[in-house]
């Protein structure tokens, strides 16, 4: 008894070896047949097979088994009637062989398995309430017993997960492949719409801008419409084209000394009269004293500028915009507030992504493409920076972000920004 008892308490240990094994093991092949492997040795079988339901044939078919007969194996088609493992997957139940049971059973599982089988145990495997198969395992010396059914049904479900994530692995595979595709698609097109568009876009601003100088004095207002409209289209286009410049490798760093006081200033400066035209007062509050850091300027400088431009636009006249900038250990911190329309809580961490704005694009009352903040953020990033928002609707918004002062700042910040980042002011 005792020894029984320890020689199964092995068993148990070995599978759980083998489980622990299996899982950190990713190639489906020698993952099944290290699976029949094992299921063999630890029920004192032969061999061990498993087989999957194939819809198509409505039989079942081997995918693993003794690589001498794997290939043979491969040809035949198990059908579910008149069979024992058809019997064991289509009732869902395990079903055991003893030798010297009955020769016609033997005769079938020759036919099923490809060889002299005189014992069998057979397990279904289940995946979520479905069976997908059988496991199976032939020819012991002795009789099966309840320990090998245990251990045959640890394994057949250690089996089933591995054909599962390798099914999931093949699809995200080909999902990933077709985003790739699309995704290639839609830079080809952004290049191609915004080059085409821009030689007519120029032909059109030239004659309307010399019609405006030279027409008649009632026919001014309209000329001007065309031109302002015509210079908003320009703006559109080269935002396409920025973007296309980004994703084909404008990411990459021109790393100097760059004087964050003055960039603060000299950007803010390129707004006073869009501030002006949309009656928003706009503040800069920059230290006179230098602040600076290693940095990529023209990069920093495009992240500032959609934020502001953002500031001014999505802030009602009357209101207002400050920008600022201070040094905080290790970093500096740049922030952009509004008392703007602000941005529901639910949408704060979309409106970073790609395309994507919180105004449906039909009924939305401002221009853009939405893509100013995504192009911002990956700017800061690339800097090893985070950039973030915090806003109330119809109260306004806070953009900040915080840049660190050179490399080996911008190393530790990679595992500092794991983290939410502290509000200003904390
Ligand atoms: P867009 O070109 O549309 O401005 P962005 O990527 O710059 O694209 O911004 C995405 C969206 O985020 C905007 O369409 C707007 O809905 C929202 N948003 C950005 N900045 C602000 C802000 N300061 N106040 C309110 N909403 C904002």
């Known amino acids: 008894m ?21 899982s950190a093991n990713l190639e489906i092949e020698p993952l099944l047949q290290s699976i029949i492997e094992m299921a063999s040795e630890l029920t ?23 690589w001498y007969q794997l290939e043979m194996l491969q040809t035949l088609a198990v059908p579910l009637e008149r069979s024992i493992l058809g019997w064991v997957y289509s009732h869902n139940e395990p079903r055991v062989v003893q030798a010297g049971e009955d020769h016609r059973l033997y005769t079938a599982l020759k036919r099923e398995l490809g060889g002299e089988t005189v014992s069998l145990l057979a ?26 059914l245990t251990i045959l049904e640890t394994l057949a479900s250690q089996a089933v997960i591995a054909i599962r994530n390798e099914k999931w692995l093949g699809q995200a595979q080909a999902a990933y492949e077709k985003a790739m595709e699309l995704d290639r698609m839609k830079r080809d097109f952004i290049a191609i719409v915004s080059h085409e568009l821009r030689t007519p876009l120029g032909v059109v601003l030239g004659h309307a801008s010399l019609l405006a100088e ?19 289209l320009r703006e559109i286009i ?3 084209a920025d973007l296309d410049k980004f994703e084909r490798g404008f990411g990459k760093l021109d790393l100097k000394p760059v004087d964050m006081s003055q960039l603060v200033r000299q950007t803010a400066a390129l707004f006073s009269d869009l501030a002006k035209d949309h009656q928003v007062e706009m503040l800069v509050q920059a ?15 495009i992240a500032l500028r959609n934020l502001i431009k953002n500031a001014i636009t999505f802030t009602d006249p009357g209101g207002r915009v400050v920008i600022g900038v201070e040094a905080i250990p290790g970093y500096i911190k740049v922030t952009v507030l509004d008392t703007g329309i602000g941005i529901p809580q639910e949408e704060q961490q979309k409106i ?11 009924t939305r009352r401002h221009g853009g493409l939405g893509v100013g903040l995504s192009i911002a953020k990956e700017l800061i990033e690339l800097h090893g920076g985070r950039i973030w928002v915090e806003s109330e609707e119809g109260v306004g918004s806070r953009f900040l972000f915080a840049l660190p002062l050179n490399r080996a700042q911008a190393a530790a910040a990679g595992q500092v ?10």
Do not use: W
């Not at 970073?352 to 039909?362: A, I, N």
């Open 2 to 22: 005792n020894t029984e008892y320890s020689d199964y308490t092995r068993r148990l240990e070995r599978l759980l070896e083998v489980c622990r094994i299996l």
């Open 44 to 66: 004192n079988s032969n061999a061990s097979y498993i087989l999957i339901y194939d819809e198509e044939g409505a039989c079942l078919r081997h995918i693993a088994g003794p």
């Open 123 to 148: 397990v279904p495997m289940i995946f979520r309430g479905t069976t997908i198969g059988v496991f199976a395992a032939a020819n012991k010396a002795r009789d099966y017993t309840e320990e090998d």
């Open 214 to 232: 030279t027409c008649a004095p009632e026919e001014k207002a309209d000329l001007d419409t065309i031109v302002r409209n015509a210079l908003r």
């Open 238 to 240: 080269q935002d396409f």
């Open 287 to 301: 230290p006179k004293t230098r602040l600076m850091l290693e940095g990529d300027a023209e990069k920093i400088a």
């Open 352 to 362: 970073f992504e790609r395309f994507y704005q919180v105004e449906k694009h039909m």
């Open 417 to 426: 920004f794991q983290t939410k980042p502290a509000k200003p002011g904390q």
